[in-house]
Protein backbone atom coordinates (compact mmCIF):
# COMPACT_ATOMS: atom_id res chain seq x y z
CA UNK A 1 0.00 0.00 0.00
CA UNK A 2 1.21 3.21 -0.62
CA UNK A 3 2.11 5.51 1.93
CA UNK A 4 3.68 8.10 4.38
CA UNK A 5 4.28 6.74 7.79
CA UNK A 6 5.53 8.70 10.30
CA UNK A 7 7.10 8.35 14.12
CA UNK A 8 6.10 8.74 16.63
CA UNK A 9 2.58 9.29 16.15
CA UNK A 10 2.80 11.25 19.96
CA UNK A 11 5.28 12.47 21.90
CA UNK A 12 5.57 14.31 25.30
CA UNK A 13 9.06 15.40 26.08
CA UNK A 14 10.51 18.26 27.93
CA UNK A 15 12.30 21.42 26.42
CA UNK A 16 16.08 21.07 25.40
CA UNK A 17 16.03 17.34 25.04
CA UNK A 18 16.94 16.15 21.31
CA UNK A 19 13.64 14.41 19.41
CA UNK A 20 13.58 13.34 16.11
CA UNK A 21 10.20 12.23 14.08
CA UNK A 22 10.93 9.79 11.13
CA UNK A 23 9.26 10.39 7.98
CA UNK A 24 9.22 7.26 5.06
CA UNK A 25 7.42 6.96 1.61
CA UNK A 26 7.42 3.72 0.10
CA UNK A 27 6.13 5.22 -3.22
CA UNK A 28 9.73 6.25 -4.62
CA UNK A 29 8.89 10.28 -4.80
CA UNK A 30 11.31 13.08 -4.66
CA UNK A 31 9.13 15.24 -3.04
CA UNK A 32 9.20 15.55 0.37
CA UNK A 33 8.41 18.04 2.58
CA UNK A 34 7.78 18.80 6.65
CA UNK A 35 4.23 21.11 8.33
CA UNK A 36 3.26 22.31 11.42
CA UNK A 37 -0.41 22.93 11.87
CA UNK A 38 -1.43 24.68 14.85
CA UNK A 39 -4.93 26.17 15.59
CA UNK A 40 -5.87 29.57 13.71
CA UNK A 41 -2.94 29.39 11.68
CA UNK A 42 -3.33 26.35 9.19
CA UNK A 43 -0.36 24.70 8.08
CA UNK A 44 2.99 25.95 7.61
CA UNK A 45 5.84 24.59 5.93
CA UNK A 46 8.89 23.76 7.76
CA UNK A 47 11.51 22.19 5.13
CA UNK A 48 11.34 20.34 2.02
CA UNK A 49 13.38 18.64 -0.12
CA UNK A 50 12.97 18.19 -3.81
CA UNK A 51 15.18 15.59 -4.07
CA UNK A 52 18.07 13.14 -2.46
CA UNK A 53 20.96 15.98 -0.70
CA UNK A 54 18.55 18.96 -1.64
CA UNK A 55 16.91 20.99 1.44
CA UNK A 56 14.94 24.59 1.29
CA UNK A 57 13.70 26.35 4.15
CA UNK A 58 9.86 27.01 4.04
CA UNK A 59 8.04 29.63 6.22
CA UNK A 60 8.95 28.41 9.50
CA UNK A 61 12.09 26.32 9.72
CA UNK A 62 13.56 28.50 13.00
CA UNK A 63 14.51 25.56 15.56
CA UNK A 64 13.71 22.55 12.62
CA UNK A 65 16.70 20.67 10.87
CA UNK A 66 16.07 18.14 8.34
CA UNK A 67 18.13 15.90 6.05
CA UNK A 68 17.68 13.26 2.82
CA UNK A 69 20.44 11.19 2.68
CA UNK A 70 17.81 8.53 1.17
CA UNK A 71 15.16 9.12 -1.37
CA UNK A 72 12.33 7.42 1.51
CA UNK A 73 13.44 8.96 4.89
CA UNK A 74 13.42 12.23 5.39
CA UNK A 75 13.53 12.96 9.37
CA UNK A 76 12.73 16.12 10.98
CA UNK A 77 15.00 17.07 14.29
CA UNK A 78 14.55 18.95 16.84
CA UNK A 79 17.76 19.60 18.52
CA UNK A 80 16.79 21.77 21.58
CA UNK A 81 13.04 21.64 21.80
CA UNK A 82 10.87 24.37 23.43
CA UNK A 83 7.32 24.77 24.10
CA UNK A 84 6.57 27.12 21.10
CA UNK A 85 6.95 24.08 19.11
CA UNK A 86 4.31 22.04 20.50
CA UNK A 87 2.35 21.51 17.76
CA UNK A 88 0.80 18.46 14.81
CA UNK A 89 3.07 17.68 12.65
CA UNK A 90 3.10 16.10 9.12
CA UNK A 91 5.35 14.97 6.68
CA UNK A 92 4.26 14.43 2.93
CA UNK A 93 5.63 13.57 -0.59
CA UNK A 94 4.74 13.60 -4.25
CA UNK A 95 6.21 13.15 -7.65
CA UNK A 96 8.70 15.55 -8.84
CA UNK A 97 7.89 16.12 -12.26
CA UNK A 98 4.68 17.85 -13.22
CA UNK A 99 1.53 18.92 -11.13
CA UNK A 100 1.33 16.36 -8.54
CA UNK A 101 -0.47 16.10 -5.28
CA UNK A 102 0.67 15.40 -1.82
CA UNK A 103 0.19 12.34 -0.41
CA UNK A 104 -0.17 13.17 3.78
CA UNK A 105 1.00 11.16 6.31
CA UNK A 106 -0.97 11.03 9.58
CA UNK A 107 1.06 13.52 11.59
CA UNK A 108 2.75 13.48 14.91
CA UNK A 109 1.74 15.15 18.09
CA UNK A 110 3.84 16.83 20.04
CA UNK A 111 3.51 18.56 23.34
CA UNK A 112 7.05 19.93 24.83
CA UNK A 113 6.84 20.86 28.56
CA UNK B 1 2.21 39.56 0.00
CA UNK B 2 1.44 36.10 -0.65
CA UNK B 3 -1.72 35.00 0.71
CA UNK B 4 -4.43 32.30 0.10
CA UNK B 5 -7.57 33.55 2.24
CA UNK B 6 -10.47 31.31 2.56
CA UNK B 7 -14.26 31.65 3.50
CA UNK B 8 -16.35 30.88 5.38
CA UNK B 9 -13.88 30.03 8.46
CA UNK B 10 -16.74 27.61 9.34
CA UNK B 11 -19.79 26.46 7.82
CA UNK B 12 -23.22 24.09 9.19
CA UNK B 13 -25.23 22.52 6.58
CA UNK B 14 -27.76 19.73 6.62
CA UNK B 15 -27.32 16.68 5.13
CA UNK B 16 -28.44 16.75 1.44
CA UNK B 17 -27.86 20.16 0.99
CA UNK B 18 -25.28 21.92 -1.12
CA UNK B 19 -22.44 23.98 -0.33
CA UNK B 20 -19.80 26.08 -1.67
CA UNK B 21 -16.44 27.07 -0.34
CA UNK B 22 -14.18 30.42 -1.47
CA UNK B 23 -10.73 30.60 -1.89
CA UNK B 24 -8.82 34.12 -2.91
CA UNK B 25 -4.94 34.29 -3.54
CA UNK B 26 -2.72 36.72 -4.64
CA UNK B 27 0.10 34.44 -4.87
CA UNK B 28 2.11 35.30 -7.97
CA UNK B 29 3.16 33.78 -10.21
CA UNK B 30 0.49 31.37 -10.29
CA UNK B 31 0.58 28.19 -11.53
CA UNK B 32 -1.80 26.08 -10.07
CA UNK B 33 -4.14 25.91 -7.04
CA UNK B 34 -5.31 22.45 -4.66
CA UNK B 35 -7.99 21.09 -2.79
CA UNK B 36 -7.42 18.82 0.54
CA UNK B 37 -9.95 17.67 2.51
CA UNK B 38 -8.76 16.79 5.97
CA UNK B 39 -10.46 15.15 8.48
CA UNK B 40 -10.21 15.49 12.37
CA UNK B 41 -6.89 14.02 13.31
CA UNK B 42 -5.90 12.92 9.75
CA UNK B 43 -3.76 13.84 7.58
CA UNK B 44 -4.95 16.21 4.37
CA UNK B 45 -5.96 14.45 0.96
CA UNK B 46 -6.03 15.38 -2.24
CA UNK B 47 -9.51 17.00 -3.99
CA UNK B 48 -8.22 18.59 -7.44
CA UNK B 49 -5.50 20.33 -8.64
CA UNK B 50 -6.11 22.84 -10.92
CA UNK B 51 -4.05 25.02 -13.38
CA UNK B 52 -4.45 28.10 -14.66
CA UNK B 53 -5.90 27.18 -18.38
CA UNK B 54 -8.56 25.29 -16.48
CA UNK B 55 -11.50 26.71 -15.21
CA UNK B 56 -13.64 23.68 -13.78
CA UNK B 57 -12.60 20.32 -12.51
CA UNK B 58 -14.97 17.31 -10.80
CA UNK B 59 -13.86 14.43 -8.77
CA UNK B 60 -17.10 12.77 -8.01
CA UNK B 61 -19.74 15.37 -5.87
CA UNK B 62 -16.74 18.10 -5.40
CA UNK B 63 -16.42 20.47 -8.47
CA UNK B 64 -12.99 23.11 -8.08
CA UNK B 65 -13.72 26.00 -10.35
CA UNK B 66 -10.88 29.04 -10.98
CA UNK B 67 -10.74 32.21 -12.34
CA UNK B 68 -7.05 33.30 -12.72
CA UNK B 69 -8.07 36.70 -13.94
CA UNK B 70 -9.59 37.88 -10.75
CA UNK B 71 -7.89 35.10 -8.50
CA UNK B 72 -10.52 33.44 -7.17
CA UNK B 73 -11.48 29.19 -7.29
CA UNK B 74 -14.49 27.94 -4.98
CA UNK B 75 -14.90 24.22 -4.43
CA UNK B 76 -18.87 22.97 -4.67
CA UNK B 77 -20.47 20.25 -2.45
CA UNK B 78 -23.13 18.75 -4.27
CA UNK B 79 -25.63 16.74 -2.31
CA UNK B 80 -24.02 16.56 1.01
CA UNK B 81 -22.92 13.65 3.13
CA UNK B 82 -22.46 13.30 7.30
CA UNK B 83 -18.47 12.14 5.82
CA UNK B 84 -18.03 15.52 4.08
CA UNK B 85 -17.93 16.99 7.61
CA UNK B 86 -14.06 18.35 7.43
CA UNK B 87 -11.87 21.06 6.96
CA UNK B 88 -11.50 22.13 3.46
CA UNK B 89 -8.09 23.60 2.63
CA UNK B 90 -6.57 25.90 -0.25
CA UNK B 91 -3.23 25.70 -1.41
CA UNK B 92 -1.20 27.44 -3.77
CA UNK B 93 2.42 26.97 -4.85
CA UNK B 94 4.82 30.05 -4.49
CA UNK B 95 6.49 31.01 -7.18
CA UNK B 96 4.99 28.39 -10.06
CA UNK B 97 6.61 25.07 -8.58
CA UNK B 98 5.50 22.84 -6.00
CA UNK B 99 8.23 23.18 -3.58
CA UNK B 100 6.98 26.29 -1.19
CA UNK B 101 3.43 25.99 -0.42
CA UNK B 102 1.30 28.89 1.00
CA UNK B 103 -1.93 27.15 2.62
CA UNK B 104 -5.40 28.93 3.28
CA UNK B 105 -6.71 28.65 7.02
CA UNK B 106 -9.23 26.03 5.77
CA UNK B 107 -12.96 25.86 6.07
CA UNK B 108 -14.04 23.31 8.44
CA UNK B 109 -17.61 22.20 7.32
CA UNK B 110 -20.45 20.41 9.55
CA UNK B 111 -22.87 18.84 7.64
CA UNK B 112 -25.91 17.81 10.53
CA UNK B 113 -28.55 14.92 10.27
Known amino acids: EAQVTQNPRYLITVTGKKLTVTCSQN?????MSWYRQDPGLGLRQIYYSMNVEVTDKGDVPEGYKVSRKEKRNFPLILESPSPNQTSLYFC????????????FGDGTRLSIL | KNQVEQSPQSLIILEGKNCTLQ??????????LRWYKQDTGRGPVSLTI?????NTKSNGRYTATLDADTKQSSLHITASQLSDSASYICVVPLGGSQGNLIFGKGTKLSVKP
Open chain 2, 50 to 54: MTFSE
Open chain 1, 27 to 31: MNHEY
Open chain 1, 92 to 103: ASSSGTGVQPQH
Open chain 2, 23 to 32: CNYTVSPFSN
